[in-house]
């Protein structure tokens, strides 16, 4: 599995960027795996933004972007998206997309980093005031 992302860049406060995962060898749509989104600011842990689970779509948010960014995917194009609008300086850092294997009968629970498998290279968002 390989994740590239794009589409960072610096921008204004109350701005909007959207990001792109480009993913390969998920080969599998039945396949039970999450893909999500993670931000990690400098001397931070990476933390969860935004998560898709592929077996039925569910998407998940933290309370923080909930009602600010939106994930979604495109199938044919093997791409996650993060729609990100009204931007705030502390949405600053390094976001990165990772693939999360979900194995049937396990507890799962998505903002957890440590447990994703892939990880792309990340895009920089830089968010000025």
């Known amino acids: 599995v390989q994740l590239v992302e794009s589409g960072g860049g610096s921008v204004q406060a109350g701005d909007s960027l959207r990001l792109s995962c480009q993913a390969s060898?998920?080969?599998?749509?039945?396949?039970?795996?999450?893909i999500a989104w993670f931000r990690q600011a400098p001397a931070n842990q990476r933390k969860g933004v935004a998560c898709?689970?592929?077996?039925?779509?569910?998407?998940y948010y933290t309370e923080s972007t909930k009602d600010r960014f939106t994930i979604s995917r495109d199938i044919a194009k093997n791409t996650v998206y993060l729609q990100m609008n009204d931007l705030k300086p502390e949405d600053t850092g390094v976001y990165y997309c990772?693939?999360?294997?979900?194995?049937?009968?396990?507890?799962?629970?998505?903002?957890?980093?440590?447990?994703?498998?892939?990880w792309g290279q990340g895009t920089q968002v830089n968010v000025s005031s």
């Open positions: 060898g998920l080969t599998s749509t039945s396949d039970d795996y999450a």
């Open positions: 990772g693939v999360d294997w979900i194995l049937r009968g396990m507890s799962w629970y998505w903002p957890a980093w440590y447990e994703y498998d892939y």
């Open positions: 898709l689970r592929n077996s039925d779509g569910s998407t």
